[in-house]
């Protein structure tokens, strides 16, 4: 069984840092690409970031400087170093699979 399950959101000031995690079972993590895609309230899903199976990242303009995307194959973890955030952030963030998505963790930037 796939699992995903995100973890590090909450709530922080503008200008502020949260790393998330997303730690993955059921398949063969280094294989596959991970991503992650946001929701803030009232709007579709938005995607932030990818890191390629081979180690590749590409970032949505949005986060372009401010967010770093990483994966650990040993942990079967991929990361989202998000720094000097704003209230447009907000959002749950999920990671995802081409065919999975986790449960989602939240990210309020408030002050």
């Known amino acids: 069984e796939v699992q995903l399950v995100e973890s590090g959101g909450g709530m922080v000031q503008p200008g502020g840092s949260l790393r998330l995690s997303c730690a993955a079972s059921?398949?063969?993590?280094?294989?596959?690409?991970m991503s992650w895609v946001r929701q803030a309230p009232g709007k579709g899903p938005e995607w932030v970031s990818t890191i390629y199976a081979g180690g590749g990242t590409n970032y949505a303009d949005s986060v372009k400087g401010r967010f770093t995307i990483s994966r650990d194959n040993s942990k079967n973890t991929v990361y989202l170093q998000m720094n000097s955030l704003k209230p447009e952030d907000t959002a749950v963030y999920y990671c995802?699979?081409?065919?999975?998505w986790g449960q989602g963790t939240q990210v309020t930037v408030s002050s």
């Open positions: 059921g398949f063969t993590f280094s294989s596959y690409d």
């Open positions: 995802k699979t081409p065919n999975y």
